[in-house]
């Protein structure tokens, strides 16, 4: 039957298209279009690309598709990589298409010599290429590539994709239109003619030293060169000056050679100079002898202060001969030679620093990159440098400006050595604000960790400007407009960010991305879901198509929700118009939208635009991070004297997790796209789904393209939302992009037309100093004032100088003054945004515009300084207040009582609104305060005098009421601090109450706190006044409450006696003042903060009714909620308790105490304190020396499994917790274990013929890319270094996480014949893997040790046959050492060893956790590796070349954390006794004061005694004498540490030749005779073992089950099972049941739950599966193959 396929006719993949079409021709099968790519064959479903071309070419070999042979099915794969790889990535396209067109020159087609996939997988990507496009139609595509591609297009099966296929066109096509050619002409530079150029002689170079990154600066010197190449049809040297071995470096050699092909310079000659070596050696000594250097062993600094004082050295006159001499010792690199310089003799007097004999020549040891050690000496690059450019004919060097003081020290050498001068012609240096361009400034950047590397987005190298969206094409046009000028720009960014715009903005696609966390959800009602074609680009079609989905649930931008009203049409682009009917809000923020479609209304032109995306399963959002950076230079332009580092820019990187658009899964690295509204962007990491072997997924990471614009891009939001001015708040409405804010406000009194008129002439008089050559400093002097002009110029009119920009005053803004009131202000700032306005309409100019602003802003800000608040229109300004002491008291009154209400609010927990209003109002009456007295309102010291006494009292009587009054409070306050009886404090609330009623009827007005006092009591001295005494009474009291406050609050101590030691200085001065001690009033001896009341005149009746109301509302709540009565009635009936409340506190001025019940704030207040577990502290020695320390383990096994084990780990010394996340330190107890180990496996691997070797740790990238199939399971666990020293890496090294891809490209060279088999290596060795799951010491670690096994035979039978030995001593480690049973078998197709026919393994059980965990495994890898490798012999029958067989196996670690799982106890570990360091410990006891020095020493002789007894018979023992401990204490501490046996032998036990034996894991005690004691401790070791392997077997057969029945299965689950059961072997299978197993249930505390995984297919199996019986997944109709061990697993 022939196959069928069909491709989705908007999206057609080329290179399947082509293949099925080839089949077609020939009758093999058909195809169509339609709605999907699809290739159904038996069930199965194809729909990717490549999958459908690989299987229709496996499907018909016969015809060559994937190749003639291995090798050409080999090739066929690198080239189907090639395409999807570095062909298909923007950044790398000129690279690639490079390497293709070389690859193509001897070959019609790319894979022998008919057509193949690789073909049609390359003309794919070409074909729908834009870029690729537009060099085939000019021609520059490369020769071969043209050819080919035309060759291929030509054949039929090409011709019919053609047709189906969406035509490309190129992206920057040439135009012949004569209208393009003056704005092609705009962009460009002046590029000034090479004087005597001639047509095909010029030769150009460009020299860069290899000790960096190239940077842009580099790329204009490089273009430059590269232009005036191409003008004059000359020829352009690549050259890398390499005079400094300290500094080169072969990677950034690669590095530099790889961005100028990225930047298409294609230079004719390549070089070095370290080419020209001995020539300038011979040069060199050819100046001595002639006279012109000489040999200087000044040392530097005083060489350097020569210079400057411009001083002879003293060997200057040197003799010719003593010059060779010591030339020959530097040529020797003697330590004589090492501090020598050749130096040139020219003119130590010159003004030109550079003519003052400068080195030619220096000693240096370090080996040269290329040379090795051959030359002690190397030439400076000022000598190297016009020698090479001499020899190597260049016509025309060209260098920046600043090496013009050196251009006659160029000079000079040639003239003096007689060579052919080459042109010099100078340009300037690209200098950019907010960046360095130094290497050594970039290095910097780099060691400090501030940046990720030197391609890292915000710097400046090429790598680092491409990486960030910068496209070569861009980068090209901006050098050109550039031109060769020699003008000194410090330029912005902005300008080569406005070039790359207008080259990706016509070609890039537009999608839709909205900000996670501020994203709203709209439920369209009548919505549906479906699918839109729309353009890519809205004005380029052949940019391609989009799906764009719809669906009743679609998510929009939290700032557009906010400026959608209900009843509005708004338009969702590329969907249509939409009715917004109801907006659903959380206090004042949205929380979702409800709309209508409309889309029959096509009306948009005065709707709201809107971005937005559709949640549907069947197109579901790409997870995306948006990355937006920052310059990485705080300060625009650095000064000399100014150090860079102090405005280095520590936080330039923002990331924002967005919902993307379903469309930018397909992205590939390096594609530009545009976000819409937000900008344009690039792929730095494509979207990756969920990884089959880490189950991660990894999102679209998209890098912020700069496009020129000097405002912000958004961080959240529409652009629109972001404030900046009242321009933009006026456009935000309208959903147009933020303009930038106004500049700074302009200073007033400068001529800003002279100051343009000076710097103009300024700018002219540096021009002419460097086209006259004048020297550095005083052109250094001169642009320093032309800068302080230009600033001058800034601070003026608020914005840059410019020299198409005419000079423009600021409006002049009436200046403030003490008369003018807020009413004028006002009046102004009306009429000012009147204009504003006006200048608008008439659409004036942009810069009058501003100006207008700027006055407006002043305005405001005057405004807000007279009144304290900010101008709003339609708010009525407060009056000025009139002079008079009384109105200020007023003022000073109404002040304290909004504070009060402020603070009232605050405490109630009011609505924020509230507050706010509130907290409005009493600003409001600070500015009126300010207004009225010219200085700000302050607490306690405002009011100027007491209020008038009431006839009737004086101010003696009001000063005495005021005193009752605090004193009174003080006791009621007391009273509640003790909980005492309602009734009592309700008698004295009543008291209180009726002393402040009091108060009013004798002075009129509410009684206040701290503001009531009016006058000193009778008795004050003469000088102090009432106003004085006053003020000292209410500071005592304020000081005495904040005392109280921070007692109450338990502050520091130190804190509180300062605050007592000033209230003891207050009542001092009181004491001067009043010539009596304060007292304070009687009620209280400490009283509280007195809260502000808002009192008024009440009666004891009155309160006293409101409280009554209160208790029985109250009560009428406790029995609705006591009668579970419906929510909405209680909480009724609880609003109503709480209005009762607060008209009480309105009514007192406090709150209510008691209310018959106390709330439950008060109960909370009542319970006890939770006791705190006590913990021990280690003393270093008790008075008797014996210690005293904190031992056992706090947790126990069966209740928190996870602290247990960290504790059990730590406190029986086994691990040390390390300063780098999941790494750990095996301290000698467990270490030792690990050796028991790897003695009895080397022991046993080295029987059958293993040998130890050892391979580094370290992993080239190469390497690891190798086998991308294989590593794909470790490739997110992988460490990488990625410098050396200081220097970054040219590319990162990875750290083996296993050591496949470091083993067999040796084993490829070891092995040629079959008597090189079999061959078989073991390494003991670490191996890392960055895990970022939770890390548990042992079982899952970041760095682990292990033996892994890499063995090689002829035939599978003999790999085979190793793989189940080698699995087998896996098993005997387990069972034998560590006294732990497991399981035998084979892990499942999924689970199985990536790149491997099939994994074997042993599996542990921890019934603890009711967890298992694999022990260790044997993988046979069949010939995978060996393909990929080539490691192959020839047959000994055929002849023919044969791929070898191998295995790979591995144990770790891991088996410590296993065997302290399932052996441990609550007292610590259990070791068996096969591996324990310590078998026997030997613990002295009945040491008493009564017990003789002797006898004590007879005992401690004993135990020695005993110990090497026990040695001697093979038992590890040891004693402990330490004298400082209790034999109480060592029993515990040897049971912790998990040592099989203690022996207790005390006074008595020797002499009735006995001792006591205590086992660990029973804690049984028994009494042996000394006779033969070394057999009887050797056979309870072997009992003590065989125990707890019989332990642990019983635990693991009680725990594992057989079940048919999916219940059954997932009960057991829940229940700590594992589960044997029948399962039909399919990989998707195995997944629903891991996914549809998972429970709630808490597999071990800290860990998640999770459902069954397939532990292995044991061999053993249960019983025999029955024909029919089907597999345990319910949903699941296949029938079973074998029993499989799943479980919940580690």
């Known amino acids: 039957m022939a196959l069928n396929v069909s491709f989705q006719k908007d999206k057609i993949p080329a290179a399947s298209l082509l293949t099925a079409e080839y089949l077609s021709q020939k009758k093999l099968l058909k195809w169509s279009l339609g709605q999907s790519t699809t290739l159904t064959v038996d069930g199965t479903t194809l729909n990717s690309n490549y999958t459908i071309c690989r299987f229709l070419a496996n499907k018909f070999k016969d015809l060559g598709l994937y190749g003639n042979s291995i090798l050409e099915a080999s090739e066929v794969d690198h080239w189907l990589t090639f395409a999807s790889g570095s062909l298909s990535c923007a950044s790398k396209f000129s690279t690639a298409l490079t390497y293709l067109d070389k690859s193509l020159e001897p070959v019609t087609y790319i894979v022998g010599q008919a057509l193949t996939l690789a073909d049609f997988a390359i003309w794919e990507v070409l074909q729908s290429n834009s870029k690729f496009q537009s060099l085939l139609a000019s021609g520059d595509a490369g020769v071969n590539v043209t050819r080919y591609y035309k060759f291929l297009s030509n054949q039929s099966a090409f011709k019919v994709a053609q047709k189906n296929l969406p035509q490309v066109k190129g992206s920057a096509e040439k135009k012949s239109d004569k209208k393009s050619e003056p704005s092609a002409k705009k962009d460009e530079g002046k590029f000034v003619d090479l004087p005597g150029a001639e047509i095909g002689k010029v030769v150009t170079r460009f020299p860069p030293e290899a000790s960096g990154y190239l940077h842009i600066g580099h790329a ?913 009936e609880v609003d109503t308790l709480l209005s009762l409340k607060t008209q009480y506190k309105d009514l007192t001025g406090e709150d209510l105490a008691g209310g018959g019940r106390k709330d439950k704030k008060d109960k909370k207040k009542e319970k006890k304190p939770a006791e705190k577990k006590e913990e021990a502290k280690a003393e270093d020695a008790s008075k008797d020396g014996k210690k005293v320390t904190r031992l056992g383990l706090e947790a126990k096994k069966e209740e928190n499994l996870s602290e247990w084990y960290s504790q059990i780990i730590t406190k029986a010394e086994m691990i040390e917790y390390y300063d780098v996340s999941g790494c750990y330190i095996l301290r000698p107890w467990s270490y030792a274990i690990w050796e028991s180990i790897k003695e009895f496996f080397d022991r046993e691997i080295k029987k059958i013929g293993v040998e130890n070797t050892y391979f580094p740790m370290f992993v080239s990238h190469q390497a690891l890319e190798r086998e991308k199939t294989h590593i794909a399971d470790f490739a997110p666990e992988v460490a990488w270094v990625t410098r050396s020293g200081k220097s970054e890496l040219a590319e990162p090294i990875a750290i083996r996480p296993t050591s496949e891809t470091v083993m067999y490209p040796s084993y490829a060279k070891w092995i040629k014949s079959h008597r090189d088999l079999p061959l078989k290596l073991n390494q003991w060795c670490n191996v890392v893997r960055w895990e970022f799951k939770h890390p548990q010491p042992f079982l899952r670690t970041r760095e682990f040790l292990w033996q892994e096994g890499h063995t090689a035979f002829s035939t599978a039978q003999e790999a085979e046959e190793e793989v189940y030995v080698i699995l087998e001593l896996y098993a005997r480690v387990y069972e034998e050492l560590l006294a732990i049973p497991v399981v035998r078998g084979r892990k499942t197709e999924k689970e199985k060893f990536a790149g491997g026919d099939f994994t074997t393994t042993v599996e542990a059980y921890i019934s603890a956790s009711g967890r298992a965990i694999q022990g260790a495994t044997s993988h046979h890898l069949g010939q995978n590796f060996s393909k990929m490798f080539e490691i192959c012999i020839q047959d000994q029958e055929t002849l023919e070349k044969q791929y070898v067989y191998q295995n790979s196996w591995g144990l770790t670690t891991r088996t410590i954390g296993v065997m302290c799982m399932i052996h441990g106890d609550n007292k610590g570990l259990v070791l068996p006794p096969n591996v324990a360091s310590v078998q026997v410990i030997i613990v002295p006891c009945g040491i008493t004061a009564n017990l003789s020095k002797k006898d004590e020493q007879e005992l401690m002789d004993k135990c020695e005694a005993l110990k090497k007894e026990l040695l001697a018979v093979d038992i590890r023992a040891r004693t402990d004498l330490r004298d400082n401990y209790s034999p109480g204490w060592k029993f515990n501490h040897w049971e912790l540490k998990g040592v099989p046996i203690r022996v207790e032998l005390g006074p008595r036990d020797i002499k009735q030749n006995q001792l006591v034996a205590v086992r660990r894991d029973t804690a049984e005690k028994l009494t042996l005779k000394n006779q033969n004691i070394g057999q009887q401790l050797n056979d309870l070791l072997k009992n003590i073992q065989d125990s707890l392997f019989n332990k642990a077997k019983s635990d693991l057969d009680s725990y594992m089950i057989v079940s048919h029945e999916w219940g059954h299965f997932c009960d057991s689950l829940d229940n700590k099972k594992i589960i044997q059961a029948p399962f039909c072997g399919d990989e998707d299978c195995e997944d629903k049941i891991k996914k549809d197993s998972a429970r709630d249930a808490v597999v071990e505390e800290g860990a998640p739950s999770m459902g069954a995984k397939s532990l292995c297919i044991p061999f053993k199996q249960p019983e025999t599966l029955k024909p029919g019986t089907k597999c345990i997944n319910p949903a699941c109709k296949r029938d079973a193959k074998f029993f499989t061990l799943f479980g919940r697993s580690y």
């Open 220 to 1132: 204009k010197a490089a273009l430059l060169n590269y232009h005036y190449r191409e003008i004059f049809k000359g020829t352009l040297i690549m050259r890398f000056d390499d005079t400094n071995p300290a500094k080169e470096n072969a990677e950034f050699e690669q590095v530099i050679l790889e961005d100028v092909a990225m930047l298409g310079i294609k230079y004719d000659k390549f070089s070095y100079t370290s080419d020209h070596f001995d020539r300038i050696q011979e040069l060199c000594e050819k100046m001595m002898k002639i006279g012109k250097a000489y040999v200087d062993n000044t040392d530097p600094e005083t060489m350097k202060k020569e210079r400057d004082e411009r001083k002879d050295s003293v060997n200057r006159n040197n003799s010719v001969e003593k010059n060779l001499a010591m030339w020959e010792e530097m040529k020797k690199g003697s330590p004589a030679g090492q501090k020598c310089a050749v130096r040139a003799k020219i003119d130590m007097t010159s003004d030109n620093g550079c003519m003052r004999d400068p080195t030619l020549y220096r000693c240096k040891l370090e080996p040269h990159i290329r040379t090795g050690t051959k030359y002690k000496v190397y030439p400076t690059y000022d000598f190297a440098c016009p020698i090479v450019d001499s020899v190597e004919n260049v016509t025309h060097a060209l260098r920046t400006t600043e090496y013009h003081d050196r251009d006659e020290q160029y000079y000079w050498v040639l003239d003096t050595l007689g060579l052919r001068r080459p042109y010099i012609y100078e340009f300037s240096r690209l200098n950019l604000q907010n960046t360095v361009l130094s290497k050594r400034r970039l290095t910097w950047f780099v060691n400090e960790g501030i940046v990720d590397g030197w391609d890292d987005p915000r710097f400046p190298t090429v790598r680092g400007v491409l990486r960030r969206g910068m496209t070569v094409e861009g980068l090209k046009q901006f050098i050109v407009s550039q031109g060769s000028s020699k003008s000194v720009v410090m330029m912005e960014w902005d300008k080569i960010w406005a070039v790359n715009k207008k080259v990706i903005d016509p070609v890039v696609p537009r999608f839709t991305a909205l900000l996670k966390e501020e994203a709203i959800p709209v439920h369209v009602k009548d919505g549906s879901t479906g699918v839109i074609q729309k353009p890519k680009h809205p004005k380029n079609e052949g940019v391609g198509m989009k799906d764009v989905w719809y669906s009743p649930l679609v998510y929009v931008e939290g700032a557009d929700a906010e400026l959608l009203k209900e009843g509005e049409l708004t338009t969702f682009i590329n969907w249509g118009n939409l009715e917004i009917t109801k907006i659903n809000k959380k206090g004042n923020k949205i929380v979702s939208l409800e709309a209508l479609t409309r889309l029959d209304n096509t009306d948009y032109k005065k709707t709201q635009k809107i971005t937005w995306l559709a949640e549907t399963d069947r197109a579901p959002f790409t997870p995306t991070v948006c990355v937006q950076y920052d310059h990485i230079i705080t300060k625009p332009v650095i000064g000399k004297e100014e150090d860079f580092k102090q405005y280095a820019n520590r936080d330039s990187k923002k990331e924002m997790v967005m919902y993307g658009d379903p469309c930018l899964s397909e992205l590939k690295k390096g594609d530009i796209i545009q976000l819409q509204r937000r900008g344009y962007f690039i792929c730095d990491q494509p979207y990756l789904p969920t990884s089959p072997f880490t189950g991660r997924s990894s999102p679209c990471v998209l890098l912020n393209i700069p496009d020129g614009h000097t405002k912000e891009m958004p961080t959240s939001g529409s652009k629109h939302k972001e404030e900046g001015s009242s321009k933009e708040k006026s456009q935000s409405k309208k959903g147009k992009a933020a303009e930038k804010s106004p500049p700074e406000t302009p200073s007033s009194g400068i001529d800003l037309a002279d100051l343009d008129k000076r710097i103009r002439s300024q700018g002219e008089r540096v021009r002419d100093l460097k086209t006259k050559k004048a020297p550095k400093e005083q052109v250094d002097a001169e642009v320093k004032i032309l800068l302080a002009l230009k600033a001058e110029y800034k601070s003026g009119s608020g914005s840059d100088w410019k020299p198409d920009t005419k000079p423009v005053h600021p409006v002049s803004c009436p200046p403030a003054s003490s008369s003018m009131n807020a009413h004028d202000l006002n009046d102004q700032i009306i009429k000012q945004g009147n204009l504003v306005r006006d200048l608008k309409g008439k659409k004036a100019p942009k810069t009058e515009i501003d100006e207008a602003v700027k006055v407006l802003l002043v305005l405001k800000a005057e405004y807000k300084s007279v009144t304290g608040s900010e101008w709003k229109p339609g708010v009525t300004p407060p009056a000025a207040a009139p002079s008079g002491g009384a109105d200020v008291s007023n003022i000073n009154d109404k002040i304290v009582a909004q504070g009060n209400k402020v603070r009232d609010l605050k405490a109630a927990k009011a609505p924020k609104g509230d507050i706010d209003a509130a907290v409005k109002d009493l600003l409001a009456l600070k500015a009126e305060y300010k207004a009225a007295t010219g200085k700000d309102w302050k607490p306690q010291a405002a009011t100027s005098a007491p209020p008038a006494a009431a006839k009737s009292g004086g101010s003696g009587n009001e000063a005495d009421l005021n005193n009752k009054i605090v004193a009174q409070g003080n006791k009621v306050r007391d009273l509640k601090a003790q909980k005492a009886a309602k009734g009592d404090i309700d008698v004295e609330v009543k008291a209180l109450l009726a002393l402040k009623t009091e108060y009013k009827a004798a002075t009129g007005k509410d009684w206040k706190p701290q503001a009531a006092t009016s006058a000193p009591p009778a008795t004050a001295a003469k000088s102090g006044g009432s106003g004085n005494e006053a003020d000292l009474n209410n500071q005592i009291v304020a000081q005495g409450n904040k005392v109280r406050d921070l007692k109450a609050q338990k502050a520091a101590k130190d804190k509180v006696t300062a605050e007592v030691q000033l209230l003891l200085k207050l009542k001092a001065d009181y004491k001067t003042a009043t010539g009596k001690d304060w007292t304070p009033p009687p009620a209280g001896s400490t009283p509280q903060k007195v809260e502000p009341p808002k009192a008024m005149p009440v009666s004891g009746t009155e309160a006293e009714n409101l409280k009554k109301k209160i208790d029985e509302q109250g009560e009428k709540v406790r029995q609705l909620k006591t009668a579970k009565a419906p929510e909405s009635e209680v909480k009724k």
